[in-house]
């Protein structure tokens, strides 16, 4: 009877053990053998596991009925590509020794908090974040670099006090129309699918892409969960700003009368303010408009209508708006206002948060304005909301930003992705916390056709990929290894290219220094089995197999960009302008001989191939998204048939990175814009 007790109380602290040694990566709960080693990151980046890490890790993976970890099964369709390290064994030495950095001078500081980090980071905090759903008013020149301080939040995390959060040192660039879009580079790379912590993270904006849209009156929330977030700024400096930003004017679209105001008020900011649809900008986003309108439109903003009654009537209904905003900065205080954002959202303070990270040329000033301009309705505006803001803040005491010393031998500063010599993947910042590098950006960053591929390699670099040459074992050169002492699996490899000319084969067995091939050399390859003799049946069946022969890519050989062209290309920030680089002036034909990679993918279907009864829809729906997958060749159709598998209740298709988001409690009320995305309802069930 003794050893019957003592037995169950073995079992009892064994178990309250375990309980303690959970963890949360995504939506999954994992087992913690050792906090000192490299996180499992497999579960949360796109990368079908092998059988066997499958299997130890199903052993200790805890089961929840209402939201089942679903496995993935390794087939041959979605062969092994995305190369996370998930493990010490399968990490090359010294890829996880980070060098501590300390912080000389002063720091950025929100000494309001101090003593309340637990308090604000508690998991009481968590959940109550787990609940929120922001909703931010973004009224144009007031601070797009509010996204970096929501980016944080979205996807910052504390994992057994081991802090994890995005490099936000983004290029701007986001494609060849939108060269400074910071906002939507910083989205692309960090996916909130990917990399948002909480189960309701999709519905952290109302607008995905930070667009301009007004605000209209308060929806009703009767858990109070709902946070609509504003900046306001003194409107001749917000105007001036806009002028020098290419005139903008968000709302009347690129139309005959924008494109003759900016050809009439080119050198002047005045005749750009005074116009009737720019005056009230700040004032129409409150109500319901957008902040420039046509001329013609009512809901313009003269002089002469802003002495009607009905304009009063209207400024009250926008104080009423501003005294209910959950949340009031002012980019005139933007320190001040991050600093009370923390205070009253929780979550830690980053460094970047004080940047501005999109400075205007500075071209016209204030004074650049005629005395005689004035905007009574935007700066009626401004005045409440300075007014609510002092409110709020001398509730809460005194400032809270402060500029300070750092104590040196207390400060470590995290090591970047620059750095660390990263541009995707997790890694040890240095300081005993993880750097997220994100996902690769695609955006027509070289000249490839849309057949290639891009993952992230071992070494934690994007490169450009051949999904069949991979599957054929051409792509990747096997890692050295101590227990394959004479180099079995490399000579393997360099047997696949038996059948191409050795002049060509010689350079690339020489890159010894890399593991995988480069697009040029591919390129190369595919020329000299093209070219080949006839007798040549070897070459022949190669190219037959692997390429497609045509026209000789002579540009494209003649340019010939290089692994470090590439490379800098992809990079969070390039060294050189991407429209000016060797990758995208080196455009690859259709044309041209070339490898065989995938089919191109002309047009989203309308359909469900199985749900044939459902459409396919623009945007991403609002769901909780447990899974994600890397396609390679795949589609819509794949995508599709993995969310049929795994249970899911809606997919969502991103046709640029070709990853496939598994979602459940999808919401039938509203998407996220997002031009890359499409998803599929497979199920009836839905949260509203």
Known sequence: MLFFRAALMLLAVGFALNILSLKYVGTEILMVEDITKPLDYSLRYP??????????RSQDRAKDKQSPVMEQIPRQKYPERWNFPVSAEDTPPGEFLAQKKILNGKQHACTCLQGEIEKLNSSAAYKRRNDLNFRWLHIPKTGTSLIITLWLYATSVNIKNIPQYIDTAVDAYFRLTCKHCYDFALMERYPLELFGHRMNIQRIFASLHTSHEPLGSLPVDSKNTTQQLAF??????????????????????????YRSMKKRCAKNVTCYAARPGQLGCMLRM????????????????????????????????????????????????WNESICRFHKQYGGTVHQEEFQNIRKGSKKTTVADLSPSYRDPADEAVYGYAVEEFRKRTSSLGKNCYEYIEQDQNKSCVSLTCKELGKQCGEWPDGCGGIRICGICSLKKRDGLPSTWRFQCSLEGECIRTCPPWETAGLWHRPRPSIQDKFQSKDQQWKANFNAIPSNVTVEIFSKSTKLHLFPADAVRVCVSACAANESNVASESFASQHCICGRNPTKFLKISPTEADYQDMYNLQPSQAVEKSKPILAKLQPEDTQPRCCPTLSTIPQKGSIATNRLWRKGIPLADFFQTYYLGCGGPIECEELGHENGAS??????????????RNHRRRGTLDHETRHYLVLSSFSLD
Do not use: W
């Open 232 to 257: 306001f700024r003194e409107p001749r400096a917000r105007v001036v700003s806009a002028f020098d930003y290419q005139m903008h004017s968000y709302g009347i679209g690129n139309n005959e009368e």
């Open 650 to 663: 809606v997919v969502s298709y991103d046709k640029d990175h070709h990853f496939c988001f598994l979602g």
């Open 47 to 56: 990368k079908p596991v092998t059988m066997a890490r499958q299997g130890e």
């Open 286 to 333: 409150l109500t319901g408009n957008t902040c420039s309108v046509p001329s013609f439109s009512p809901a313009t903003m003269g002089l002469s209508r802003q002495g009607k009654p009905e304009f009063q009537s209207l400024l009250q209904r926008a104080k009423a708006i501003i005294e209910k905003l959950a949340f009031i900065g002012l980019t005139e205080e």
